[in-house]
């Protein structure tokens, strides 16, 4: 989460004599001083002494012992800068304006964002006050927060004036109200309008009694007292009726709240909420804060948690408005509309199984979000941050993360089996193989399905679910293009789960190029690989290779080639059999299930015509049979 701040730094400028050094004096001493010295030394209040329990360091400016250049260098350090005035002398009351003023935008530039707190010391030598002058100083000067009067000898409004200059910094309110036009600015409506979406939990535009309630409890760590509630209804009615309706709370009505909250003095409320959803004091929104970005060290990889996925499910039903089980791309719109911008693109309806409008449905939905945590899960975070996950998640002291890294691959081979549940097969071949047709097999589509895709919104990578001895997985296909066998391949590349070689089986020279990229990257690994030889509904043509497919499968101990049609209906067979090698790497006996039917079928033992298969079934049947029997009258 994000850092909290250290400590405050309130520095005091003014004219000789107006009394800054006993106001820093009395404030410690709690009595006016005697003898006052020309500039007090630098002091801290501990955070325990403090309103906002932080460290508040208050430092003096005295022109009779700094100059010019040290004066600079404390503008820039300070937090918040607190002009001194004497009420009984009007000559540094315009100075305040002539030359105190003009003198912070010089130094720190014009449009400096550091508040300013006007003092009017020494109020005890006056029966009136001086703030119908100050009023329009205010009106000119957007960085002057407030202005207290005060009198360092009776100690008048001592505490509340570097309360002031405290609450300054922590709660600004030049990023939240627009002093001119008297309402909140833009950029705090938009904040509070995404926050409002985020808390919406049914999405229909009102903010219940039980959504407000879960807000209170998430963004002030208590419930509402019995009452309250109604009462902030009512007030909320009557400066903005449409602010209620149907007994809950709009957007609008959200948003009169706040603003009565800033013009009523409570900034801290308003900033509260703000920070609970990550926003910095200059309204940009932060998601590191909310969500720690995953990194995951070479060899490991990101995934969804538990936590992570039934978060997903609950924006999916939320968005899902109509109850279709699909997202059109309004609500797909709908749904990432309180990130900065749409983070998915036309890529996604050729990266997961679609409906058959083409919609993303649930499957396909959940499966880009194991494809954004595998290949970017920094994203991944902060995409999830900007969709509320902080808020929504589970409110528990160690509350889930939604990513997880899992563990080096270099511990999976070793045991030869992997606890993930998304696994990365990189696809490689020379070009016109047919790789990209073979992902998109994947998703059930076919080579005329492919050629009414647009070549921009042709994805490197396809994912879907497959089943590996009875558990939901995820396989992850990554589409690379390697011009030549002499092209290298990323560290990231060649270290995904599972390796696909792809060849033309027509073509006699198109398998050479994959056995060249084996023999260079990964015949010395122990990553799993499978070649497979596209094309095969064309005359199967022998290859102008040393060794053919077989043999060379043979000789480097790899599965056979797998033969696969691009005009066939598409089927998951070969992509379970790659999931397989991923989830049990280096353990040929767990791959071989998927291996024996083929084998059969090449003995004449399977496929269409079986009869001989039947025959011997049968022969061994009545075989078993007869020994029963003997054994049987022979016991008898």
């Known amino acids: 989460m994000k850092k909290s701040r250290e400590e405050v730094r309130i520095l005091l400028i003014g004219d000789r004599n107006v009394g800054k050094t006993s106001l820093i004096l009395s404030l410690v001493s709690e009595e006016f001083p005697i003898d006052v010295p020309s500039r007090a030394e630098e002091i801290t209040i501990p955070a325990d002494l403090t309103p906002e329990k932080v460290p508040t360091c208050i430092v003096d400016y005295s022109s009779v012992e700094q100059n010019d250049k040290q004066l600079e260098r404390e503008l820039e350090r300070a937090d918040v800068v607190c002009v001194v005035y004497a009420v009984d002398d009007e000559d540094s009351l315009d100075s305040v304006t002539d030359h105190w003023l003009p003198l912070l935008r010089v130094t720190l530039g014009e449009d400096h964002k550091k508040p300013v707190i006007l003092v009017g010391n020494k109020v005890d030598m006056i029966d009136y006050s001086t703030m119908e002058a100050v009023m329009p100083i205010m009106n000119d000067f957007e960085e002057i927060e407030t202005c207290v009067e005060c009198s360092a000898r009776n100690l008048k409004n001592i505490s509340e004036m570097f309360y002031f200059a405290q609450k300054a910094v922590l709660h600004p309110s030049a990023p939240l109200w627009n002093y001119q036009e008297k309402d909140l600015t833009e950029g705090c409506k938009k904040a509070l309008g995404l926050i409002f979406k985020i808390c919406d939990m049914d999405n229909d535009g009102i903010m219940s009694d039980s959504e407000l309630a879960r807000f209170q409890r998430k963004c002030f760590n208590m419930d509402l007292e019995t009452g309250t509630l109604d009462s902030l209804k009512a007030v909320v009615m009557k400066n903005c009726p449409e602010g209620i309706q149907n007994n809950g709370l709009t957007l609008k009505g959200f948003i009169t709240l706040n603003s009565l909250f800033i013009q009523r003095g409570r900034h801290e409320t308003t900033w509260t909420i703000l920070r609970k959803f990550g926003y910095a004091d200059d309204l940009s929104l932060e998601p590191e804060a909310l969500i720690p970005p995953v ?342």
């Open 295 to 636: 990194i995951p060290p070479p060899g490991s990889t990101a995934e969804l948690t538990h936590a992570g996925t039934d978060f997903l499910l609950q924006m999916f039903a939320k968005f899902d408005k109509d109850k279709d089980q699909a997202l059109s791309p309004q609500e797909l719109v709908n749904l990432f509309s309180t990130c900065p911008s749409m983070p998915w693109g036309a890529e996604i309806y050729h990266q997961a199984v679609t409906t058959e409008l083409g919609w993303i449905g649930l499957p396909g939905f959940v499966a880009l979000w194991h494809l954004s945590a595998l290949t970017t899960p920094e994203k991944c975070c902060e995409t999830l941050a900007y969709l509320g996950y902080d808020y929504l998640s589970p409110s528990v002291a160690n509350k889930p993360a939604p990513l997880a890294i899992t563990k080096d691959k270099k511990v999976d081979l070793a045991k030869r089996q992997t606890s993930k549940s998304v696994y990365s097969c990189l696809v490689v071949g020379p070009r016109d193989a047919g790789k990209t047709t073979f992902c998109q097999r994947f998703l059930g589509r076919n080579a005329s399905d492919l050629s009414a895709i647009p070549r921009s919104d042709l994805p490197s990578c396809t994912v879907n679910s497959v089943t590996v001895y009875g558990q939901q997985k995820h396989l992850v296909l990554i589409d690379t293009d390697v011009m030549s066998a002499q092209d290298c391949l990323s560290q990231k590349e060649t270290s995904c789960d599972v390796i696909c070689l792809v060849y033309d089986a027509s073509n006699p020279r198109s398998f050479e190029f994959c056995a060249r990229i084996y023999l260079r990257y990964f015949a010395t690994t122990q990553l799993p690989v499978l070649v497979v030889g596209n094309k095969s509904d064309k005359a199967v043509v022998r290859q102008d290779y040393i060794l053919q497919p077989e043999a060379f499968c043979a000789k480097h101990k790899l599965p056979p080639p797998q033969k696969l049609s691009t005009i066939n209906t598409p089927n998951k067979e070969i992509f379970v059999k790659l999931a397989t090698m991923a989830a049990f790497p280096r353990f040929q006996a767990a791959w071989m299930l998927f291996y024996r039917g083929r084998h059969l079928k090449q003995l004449g033992l399977g496929g269409e015509d079986s009869s001989l298969m039947k025959f011997a079934i049968g022969l061994a049947i009545l075989a078993l049979g007869g020994v029963a029997a003997f054994k049987y009258y022979a016991s008898r």
